[in-house]
Nanobody, 124 residues
């Protein structure tokens, strides 16, 4: 049973870098054809996909966040991370990590397994 768990500071000051870790258990982040994503949801708003890192370490980011987003991984610890630089109060959100799988039947990627989410508040 694959499980994902977000961790990191719940409060970040404006202009600083938001850093979160997603620890994966029950499966390897290097397993072929699995991708590992970050998604966030500001209060009262919808979900926003942020980016992804693949089983081989390749990355892809949302165009709106690409300039200040970095996703990395540590295969020895079976985890991946999120860094969001130059944060503002508008970055306050519940941050989720999730596994992205590909459906050969429907020719699409979908977020198959989610962490519980962690609230990060940007405030001075």
């Amino acid at each position: 049973q694959v499980q994902l768990q977000e961790s990191g500071p719940g409060l970040v000051k404006p202009s600083q870098t938001l850093s979160l870790t997603c620890t994966v258990s029950g499966g390897s982040i290097t397993t072929n054809y699995y991708y590992w994503s970050w998604i966030r949801q500001p209060p009262g708003k919808g979900l926003e996909w942020m980016g992804v890192i693949g089983y081989s370490g390749n990355t892809n980011y949302s165009p709106s966040l690409q300039s200040r987003t970095s996703i990395s991984r540590d295969t020895s610890k079976n985890l991946f991370t999120l860094q969001l630089s130059s944060v503002t109060p508008e970055d306050t959100a519940v941050y989720y990590c999730a596994r992205m799988d590909y459906s050969v039947s429907y020719y699409l990627w979908y977020l198959a397994v989610w962490g519980q989410g962690t609230l990060v508040t940007v405030s001075s």
